[in-house]
């Protein structure tokens, strides 16, 4: 006679209804709580085809999560309070006697910061800052300023973070420094203790203390956000929605309004002339727009937060990827730098992962 073995069977509620509408059944031994939190993710954190669309779907089906694992700030080379004795400000320049910075203009192409908007400094003396564009008195009651990063970029590609001080294009950026995930910082306490060796970016942690997360777990991500389609207003001066916005990254889709970007506003604007003011995000023009326009634009904001997660993907063809997973060979004849080095026998990371492929492959693929 067989033995019956009895099986614990949860109890069916509203929330399994929810699920089978959702096509997301609850786990065995999943709470509810924790069920509940996985049918909101389905709207929150959709799954679809791309990088982070895989990476959805993945951990919400096995029950997993993303979490924040590190967060940035930018590095601050000189702070004053607002108002105070020492300082005092006019539309383009603060003074702060209370300061000395650097000579010979040693602070032009950083950021002045104060409040929530970031001004380019153009030049500086022993006590005094001078903005190109924006009116530092607008936010002259914020309590502080700093002297930070201008145009700043993280960009974590699963097995590298890059800090650049300034990034404006591919082709025309200041790196700060380049942390390797891999090989040289394992865990993210590791990549905490890299970033604030660096000169222009500080961390904190906020995995939970003690537990050992591996650096590699990165998503891929940055800290560069692509503002696609944007009402311009029918006025002659506006605002942009959000903050930090990249220089050389707006464009207008009424060339004939927006055709020469001008570095000064308060003189009078030739026709199709217009200027820029980053440091507020404002916008002044000579001619008056139509009102069903579109600007486009990236931007970036401080703090910024790494997400990891339990499931990583890799793409074999990225060349990073193949870096880690197999040995370089030098190249005698090459045409790019792509070409100087080619794939060779595999490491021993990727011998373990063809072991653990053959290990799965007749309950993945068959026999």
């Not at 560069?224 to 220089?247: K, L, M, Y």
Request: proline share 7%; with cysteine; net charge negative.
């Amino acid at each position: 006679m067989s033995k019956l073995i009895p099986q614990v069977v949860p109890v069916r509620t509203p929330l399994d209804d929810a699920g089978t509408f959702l096509n997301l059944d609850r786990l065995l031994g999943e709470s509810l709580v924790a069920y509940k939190n996985r049918l909101l993710a389905v709207f929150a954190q959709r799954a679809s085809s791309t990088y982070q669309g895989v990476i959805n779907g993945l951990t919400r089906e096995l029950g997993l999560q993303q979490a924040k694992g590190v967060r940035l700030n930018l590095k601050s080379f000189f702070t004053g309070t607002i108002p105070s004795i020492h300082i005092s400000l006019t539309t383009k320049t603060l003074t702060d006697t209370s300061q000395t910075f650097p000579a010979n203009n040693g602070l032009v192409g950083f950021g002045l910061q104060i409040g929530i908007e970031t001004f380019q400094i153009t030049q500086n003396s022993a006590t005094v800052i001078q903005i190109g564009t924006g009116d530092l008195t607008k936010y002259a009651q914020s309590g502080v300023y700093n002297v930070v990063a201008y145009n700043p970029k993280i960009d974590c590609d699963g097995a590298t973070l890059s800090l650049y001080r300034d990034y404006f294009s591919p082709t025309n950026f200041k790196l700060d420094t380049e942390i390797n995930l891999r090989t040289e910082n394992t865990f993210l306490g590791d990549v905490v203790s890299a970033i604030n060796a660096s000169s222009y970016f500080s961390a904190a942690a906020l995995f939970p203390v003690g537990q050992k997360i591996f650096a590699w777990t990165l998503l891929k991500q940055d800290s560069i956000t692509v503002i696609p389609s944007e009402i311009v207003p029918p006025v002659r001066t506006f605002t942009f929605a959000n903050t930090g916005v990249v220089q050389g990254s707006v464009l207008f889709s009424e060339p004939y309004i927006f055709q020469n970007e001008v570095p000064i506003a308060s003189v009078p604007l030739a026709i199709g002339n217009y200027n820029v003011d980053y440091g507020n995000a404002t916008v002044v023009i000579n001619s008056q727009p139509s009102g069903t326009g579109i600007v486009s634009y990236s931007c970036y904001s401080f703090p910024y937060d790494l997400v990891y997660s339990p499931v990583v993907m890799t793409n074999f063809k990225d060349p990073s990827a193949q870096e880690f997973l197999f040995l370089q060979i030098p190249q005698t004849l090459y045409s790019t730098p792509a070409g100087q080095f080619i794939p060779g026998q595999p490491t021993p990371d990727m011998i373990e992962y063809i072991a653990e492929l053959i290990s799965v492959s007749p309950l993945s693929w068959g026999e």
